[in-house]
T-cell receptor, first 115, second 117 residues
């Protein structure tokens, strides 16, 4: 089954404790990205990756890091989480090039709470 | 700058009623894509439709239909004979111009639809 898998789905942590949210897709997609969802704001892009070893900032990258060492994986790293990073996070992937060639496939979301 | 406005924060209907979710967008680009996603209570995002700016044909898929009007910059979504399973948050989204390359969708703030039995 084609899917984007995120882990963990739920996490409560404390300020300053490094954490990683993993994302893996099994569709051989070149493109992957991370979004965060906050009430009243919809979803906003954090980082994206066009292919292996190619990453770039989205609209709200502060406080986050990413890496793309393998095509299927795109982990989101919070080096020193703060309460304003409490949010619902989505990983997404799609074929490349051309948005018309396919839609964005989203993972099931990871709800993160930073105390 | 791009913007997507979903003015209806929450809508409540009774089962079998028809309901329309409004979406108004802003972009200076002539080439763009519009999307609708559904987010059920379980939290995942489910793709519903993608429409490009050169295709103004309305689309119907079962009980769902979409009305794309460039003249009013709107891409409204209608559910006919609503069902309890339609209860969810619905997001309208836009991608255009330089954002197309980075797949940076601009999302509206969402409309929460509650369908009462």
């Amino acid at each position: 089954e084609a899917q984007v898998t995120q882990n963990p789905r739920y996490l409560i942590t404390v300020t300053g404790k490094k954490l990683t949210v993993t994302c893996s897709q099994n569709m051989n997609h070149e493109y992957m990205s991370w979004y965060r969802q906050d009430p009243g704001l919809g979803l906003r892009q954090i980082y994206y990756s066009m292919n292996v070893e190619v990453t770039d900032k989205g609209d709200v990258p502060e406080g986050y890091k990413v890496s793309r060492k393998e095509k299927r994986n795109f982990p989101l790293i919070l080096e020193s989480p703060s309460p304003n990073q409490t949010s619902l996070y989505f990983c997404a992937s799609s074929l490349f090039p051309g948005l018309g060639s396919g839609e964005l496939f989203f993972g099931e979301g990871s709800r993160l709470t930073v105390l | 700058a791009q913007k997507v406005t979903q003015a209806q924060t929450e809508i409540s209907v009774v089962e079998k009623e028809d309901v329309t979710l409004d979406c108004v967008y802003e972009t200076r680009d002539t080439t763009y894509y519009l999307f609708w996603y559904k987010q059920p209570p379980s939290g995942e995002l489910v793709f519903l439709i993608r429409r490009n700016s050169f295709d103004e044909q309305n689309e119907i898929s079962g009980r769902y239909s979409w009305n794309f009007q460039k003249s009013t910059s709107s891409f409204n979504f209608t559910i006919t004979a609503s069902q309890v399973v339609d209860s969810a948050v619905y997001f309208c989204a836009l991608i255009s111009g330089v954002d197309t390359g980075r797949r940076a969708l601009t999302f509206g703030s969402g409309t929460r639809l509650q369908v009462q039995p």
